[in-house]
């Protein structure tokens, strides 16, 4: 096992942080700026960030870090201790050797005759390494979900085992390698969307290739979940009996413990609720480990959740005195059971007065009616979780509470009668200035939004090819900032997206109307962009989501905001996402775009469709003015002669309709431009139009470039002769003048 060993050689370690070199840092912490740890005994754990100076130099931990050697301690360390990391990809775990401990002597050896020094050692120095049989082994083994829905015995006494399907791809005991599943996949899926063979595949090669002998399973079947380690390699069972003829791929497994779902973190069960056969759950190593040791909590830092504390601070210091007396009281009146934690209550409590009177927490424990010297350790890990929470490091915190109102937020807001509605239409044809002007209510004059939105509750964004689940609803960034020493430390944080900012908007203004508007919906894999949010666009009789979702990430995001509503601060409590009745969507769609997404059934259905015509309406400016390089012709001339002769030849251009040109498909600065004009009308339809036959519209041109040289000279002859009705070409004014 690869282990870091360091001596803490000074008071620089002890009261401030301690320094790691540079080379250990870049091999044994992978050059992280943030790596999860966790105290081999004392179960504390955390994400620890390194702090360097400006230059990223000489790396160092402090806080978190500090607070898991300080529990390994039971609640000190001194000059003289050691550390030690053992790395157990992609956690590290924490342990203290003081010189009362039998294995001092031999890391002392190791750290170069007692020197003060930093080394990495890639053999065990313990005598009780971790067996087969070690419940340490989940650290260094990897750890899968499992899900066998089938009828199965996967459980049996007789022939404990684990069990996946794909039972037409017959004995994989040949395959070496993920090309190799792929290829057998393929040859019987020759038309499985890649999507689903990347899923596919990358279960069927962590089933037979990836997990070995040792690896731990957890089979979650929905209220129990049985924990394993797998004892035997892949193997082929045709024909099995007592479960599913599809279970034809088999691995032997030890089951080691049962635990109930009540027992488990919410998170935990949602990550066992994947839809996946078989799948990693390394990030939950920690998680199996105290399962199967007994040491597990269901606790605050376990699940999380994100804990809200408020009036746990007393008005006044107190003084040492003063704290004895109370502490002598809540032992006195603790059932003798209860009495640790009671103790941890008052340390926690009172932990700004003890910090501020000096006094450590042993002395306490001597001064008062306590007659063990254990519990002084109770009152400093008290004073540990109280500063980690002040200082809102694991996502619990403490809020000021007294000008607050507290209410569990149930989207039921004034302002009803919202809608999900797709816009759609040929290019051009004015779907974003409906939405914009016959929706929202812009005024076309002063651009100003003068109707029931307003223009701070109008969040837009736009879809396209790379564009992503997280990118529309927010995801948790790095942001380097200073801590109070004036070290620059990197911090993690939500940063939402276009629809929870809108959802913001919309709790923040019950009685106002909210728009998240889309464009470009199918430019991008809208159904996968959604995600579980598509399931929030049914709406019931008061326009509120039918059925709400759990979403970790904007729950806790909407949970640390405290928001202003109508003058009042309101602390919203939220335990599951809806879309409020006050918050429409919108979006647009070109019907006749390329390369883009089809948006399926089960996506559209929940929205309401409108095709924008493709008409003019009122704007006699765009539509009389005149085709610049075909001055004979107004726009609107230009646009009905095209479409009128794109409708009579679909056939000869294999297309559909809706490659038509839109009214609005060019602006009135286009329209003064003939260079602007060609290489954006003559473009489309060249490359879109008439792709498969240029002669269709245009009079025998090879090329694109000889089309548009020739416009700018002869205008309208470019084009065949019965699209356009002939007419001179010179406006009235010049026509006079001639005469």
Request: aromatic content about 12%; hydrophobic content about 30%.
């Amino acid at each position: 096992m690869k282990i870091y060993i360091r001596k803490l050689n000074s008071r620089q370690c002890t009261n401030k942080s301690i320094s790691v070199t540079m080379p250990i840092f870049k091999d044994f912490f992978e050059d992280s700026d943030v790596i999860y740890v966790k105290g081999k005994k004392s179960g504390q754990q955390g994400k620890a960030p390194f702090t360097f100076t400006r230059d990223r130099e000489d790396p160092r931990f402090g806080g978190v870090f500090k607070e898991v050697l300080r529990a390994e301690g039971n609640g000190s360390f001194k000059i003289g201790d050691i550390l030690v990391v053992e790395k157990s990809s992609p956690n590290y775990i924490v342990s203290l050797i003081t010189e009362e401990d039998p294995e001092y002597e031999t890391y002392n050896t190791l750290l170069q005759n007692g020197f003060h020094s930093e080394i990495s050692a890639d053999t065990d120095v313990t005598d009780d390494s971790p067996t087969e049989n070690s419940l340490d082994n989940v650290f260094i083994h990897n750890v899968y979900g499992m899900h066998m829905k089938k009828q199965n015995d996967a459980l049996s006494e007789d022939d404990p085992h684990i069990c996946i399907g794909w039972s037409k791809m017959g004995d994989l005991t040949d395959v070496s390698s993920k090309n190799d599943v792929s290829a057998k996949y393929s040859s019987i899926w020759p038309k499985a969307k890649n999507r689903t063979k990347g899923q596919d595949v990358g279960q069927i090669y962590r089933f037979v290739l990836e997990a070995n002998v040792g690896d731990y399973v957890v089979f979650g079947d929905g209220k129990i979940a049985h924990i394993g380690v797998i004892t035997s390699d892949y193997y082929y069972q045709e024909s099995p009996q007592n479960q599913d003829n599809d279970y034809v791929n088999n691995r032997k497994v030890e089951w080691k413990k049962d635990i109930p779902y009540s027992e488990l973190s919410t998170q935990f069960k949602n990550s066992l609720g994947s839809a996946m056969s078989f799948f990693k759950l390394n990030d939950y190593k920690s998680v199996v480990y105290d399962l199967l040791n007994g040491t597990y909590e269901r606790d605050l830092f376990e699940n999380g959740d994100e804990l809200l504390i408020s009036n746990i601070d007393v008005s006044e210091n107190l003084n040492v005195k003063q704290l004895v007396e109370i502490l002598n009281e809540i032992y006195s009146l603790a059932d003798e059971g209860s009495r640790s934690n009671a103790i941890r209550m008052f340390g926690f409590k009172y932990a700004e007065s003890i910090m501020a009177s000096g006094v450590s927490p042993q002395k306490l424990i001597d001064d008062s009616i306590i007659d063990s010297n254990s519990y002084g350790g109770e009152i400093t890990k008290a004073i540990n979780m109280y500063n980690s929470i002040k200082n809102n490091e694991y996502g619990v915190h403490f809020v000021d509470t007294s000008n607050t109102q507290t209410n569990i937020f149930d989207y039921n807001t004034t302002k009803g009668s919202s809608e999900c509605k797709i816009l759609f239409g040929i290019p051009g044809c004015g779907k974003s200035y409906h939405i914009d002007y016959k929706i929202l209510g812009k005024d076309k004059d002063t651009k100003e939004y003068c109707g029931n939105y307003k223009k701070e509750n109008i969040i837009r964004t736009t879809f396209f090819q790379d564009y992503s689940n997280t990118d529309f609803i927010g995801q948790i960034l790095p942001k380097v900032t200073k801590n109070e020493n004036g070290d620059s430390v990197v911090e993690y944080s939500f940063n939402p997206g276009p629809f929870t900012l809108a959802l913001i908007q919309a709790i923040k203004n019950p009685t106002k109307k909210v728009a998240l508007v889309i464009e470009e919906i199918n430019r991008g894999n809208a159904p996968a962009i959604f995600g579980d949010i598509f399931q929030l666009l049914d709406r019931d009789d008061g326009s509120i989501s039918q059925y709400g979702i759990i979403n970790v990430g904007i729950i806790d995001y909407l949970n640390s905001l405290n928001f202003d509503v109508d003058g009042e601060n309101v602390n919203y409590i939220f335990n599951e996402i809806k879309i409020p009745g006050n918050m429409d969507i919108f979006a647009t769609m070109n019907t006749s775009d390329q390369n883009v997404y089809t948006l399926d059934t089960a996506f559209t259905r929940r929205w309401a469709k409108e095709r924008i015509p493709n008409d003019f309406g009122d704007n006699e400016e765009i539509k009389n003015k005149a085709v610049p390089g075909m001055n004979e012709y107004t726009w609107s001339e230009f646009v009905e002669s095209i479409n009128s002769y794109i409708d009579d030849h679909l056939d000869d251009l294999q297309i559909n309709e809706d490659k038509k040109i839109g009214a609005f498909f060019v602006g009135l600065t286009t329209l003064d431009n003939v260079d602007e004009f060609a290489y954006k009308v003559l473009d489309y339809l060249w490359s879109d139009v008439s792709k498969l036959d240029h002669n269709v519209v245009f009079n025998n041109y090879k090329t694109f470039e000889s089309l548009i040289k020739d416009y700018k000279s002869k205008g309208v002859k470019v084009f065949r002769p019965n699209i356009f009705e002939e007419k001179v070409a010179a406006h009235p004014q010049e026509e006079e003048e001639n005469e």
